[in-house]
């Protein structure tokens, strides 16, 4: 599960790759390869073993390193997650926390929202 910095629910990403809101609506899923669906199956992202993240077209849009930097598609550290699960903005600031997650799930969800206004919408 994901928490804001105030501990609210935000969202999870369940074992099974189902992705939920906050209010635990389905809005995507996530195959066990890092292909992101929307809730009607259709492709909208990738995440690559190497931590680099692609839109649907198959472009690079951002990366999570294996420290855990976040870093957008100009190569810009936008975040951070560290190893207990803090994720904190480009500023150093607490923003969540998604412990137990893996920093690719987490990364998603926190850092690269092109993926979840595609879910959404």
Known sequence: MYYDSNGRKVGE???????????GR??????SDGTIRNEDGYKSGQIDSD????????YR?????SDGTVRDSDG??????????TVRDSDGRIIGNAEGMSKE???YHYFFK????????
């Open 114 to 121: 092109w993926i979840r206004n595609i879910f959404i919408q």
């Open 13 to 23: 990403v369940e074992s099974d790759g189902t992705v939920r809101d906050s209010d």
């Open 51 to 58: 931590g680099t993240f692609r839109n649907a077209d198959g």
């Open 26 to 31: 389905i809005i995507g899923y996530m195959d």
């Open 76 to 85: 810009r550290i936008i975040g951070e997650i560290e190893s207990d699960g």
């Open 105 to 107: 799930k987490a990364a």
């Open 61 to 65: 849009t951002g990366e999570v390193e």
